[in-house]
Structure formats: C-alpha cells, structure tokens
T-cell receptor
Framework: DAMVIQNPRYQVTQFGKPVTLSCSQT?????MYWYQQKSSQAPKLLFH???????NEADTPDNFQSRRPNTSFCFLDIRSPGLGDAAMYLC???????????FGQGTRLTVV | GQQLNQSPQSMFIQEGEDVSMNCTSS?????WLWYKQDPGEGPVLLIA?????ELTSNGRLTAQFGITRKDSFLNISASIPSDVGIYFC???????????FGQGTRLTINP
C-alpha cells in the first residue's frame, strides 16, 4: 500500500495560473519535504517541515510556498508558474533523527 | 554547500553483466542511501548504510559505506531488464535532516 501519496500524478497548468500540488502520508512521520526534479537531474530540495516548523532552502524562489495543515498533509503552492517551473515535484517523509526518507510517486507539472 | 559526485553518469551494458557505480563527497556523511527511480515515478529506497565500512546486501545489490565516510559504492550483479532506471546516491545531513543527492547514474541494459 502506498505510504506517501501525491495527487495528482500529472498536472497541466497555464502560465501564471496558481496551482497546488498535494501530498499525504500514512507513516505519521514528523518531517515532510518537497523536491523539484527537472529532466535527467537530481532532486533539488525546495523546503521541508519539521512538524509545523517551516524550513525554506535559501535558493527556493518566492513563487513557491507550502502549507502543512496537519501531520498527514502537505501542499506545494506555485503562485505564478512559469515555463521553467515545469518539472517533477516529489514529496518525501521521514522522522527527525531517522536515517531514511520515503518518496511519493511524484507529480509531473506541465506549464502551457 | 555539500555536494555528491556520482559516476558514471550513464552505463550501457548487456543483460547478465555486473554493474558498479559510486559516489564521493568532500564532506562527511553519517548515512548514505541508494535510491532507484523508474521513469515517471518517485525514487525508491534500495539500501541504507549507517556505519563507516559497512557492507550491506539486498538481493543482487550490494553497497558499501566508505571508511572515510566520504564515499559509497553500489554494485548490481547479474543485471536483468528491470534494473533499468536511474540510480541516485544520497547523503543525509543529520541535524538538518536533509538529503543531498548525487547526479544519478542512468542504467540501460541491452537484451
């Protein structure tokens, strides 16, 4: 059974139109991450939550925001998607102090 | 920032051959992880390494955590078609609880 679930798997949005990607987990992990992965590249960390504490990476554009209303859910909001934001967006979870992180299947975002 | 150098970037092999890839870093990591990513999917954890010098197997996969804690390798023996994909090493920055990824090794297998 899937433990980290991302919806939708594929998302098409218009240039400049806000879009939200969602992630849910059944692992009860206290850390949730959002990564951006462009074609043939390594995943790049955008930000992560430790419980409700939000930790933004220094080079994450302001266009990207996140919300974590409870332990199970985390959202990635892209306020004004540009063509360069087309990518696979990966959600992952772990427990603080643990040594493993588990990924969802990803949402592939297309910007038209 | 901390970076992982993964090599080779791509491999083209015949089915049944053994495969070896490695990761090096200028920084010390306390945990090394190896993931496989199929096209259009998220990375799946293959092997986790926790101690310097540790050698761990998972079926046909074997991985080692280097003694210096700055490198790791992954071997796949007797490759099969379903081994095709991109393999990523990742180091865990403890304290910050963040993963740093290598650039990936794309494995292609000719039948």
């Amino acid at each position: 059974d899937a433990m980290v679930i991302q919806n939708p798997r594929y998302q098409v949005t218009q240039f400049g139109k806000p879009v939200t990607l969602s992630c849910s987990q059944t692992l009860n992990h206290n850390v949730m991450y959002w990564y951006q992965q462009k074609s043939s590249q390594a995943p790049k960390l955008l930000f992560h939550y430790y419980d409700k504490d939000f930790n933004n990476e220094a080079d994450t554009p302001d266009n990207f925001q996140s919300r974590r209303p409870n332990t199970s859910f985390c959202f990635l909001d892209i306020r004004s998607p540009g063509l360069g934001d087309a990518a696979m967006y990966l959600c992952a979870t772990s427990n603080w102090g643990a040594t493993e992180a588990f990924f969802g299947q990803g949402t592939r975002l297309t910007v038209v | 920032g901390q970076q992982l150098n993964q090599s080779p970037q791509s491999m083209f092999i015949q089915e049944g051959e053994d495969v070896s890839m490695n990761c090096t870093s200028s920084s010390i990591f306390n945990t090394w992880l190896w993931y496989k990513q199929d096209p259009g999917e998220g990375p799946v954890l293959l092997i986790a390494l926790y101690k310097a010098g540790e050698l761990t197997s998972n079926g046909r996969l074997t991985a080692q955590f280097g003694i210096t804690r700055k490198d790791s390798f992954l071997n796949i023996s007797a490759s099969i078609p379903s081994d095709v994909g991109i393999y990523f090493c990742a180091g865990l920055i403890q304290g910050a609880q963040k993963l740093v990824f290598g650039q990936g090794t794309r494995l292609t297998i000719n039948p």
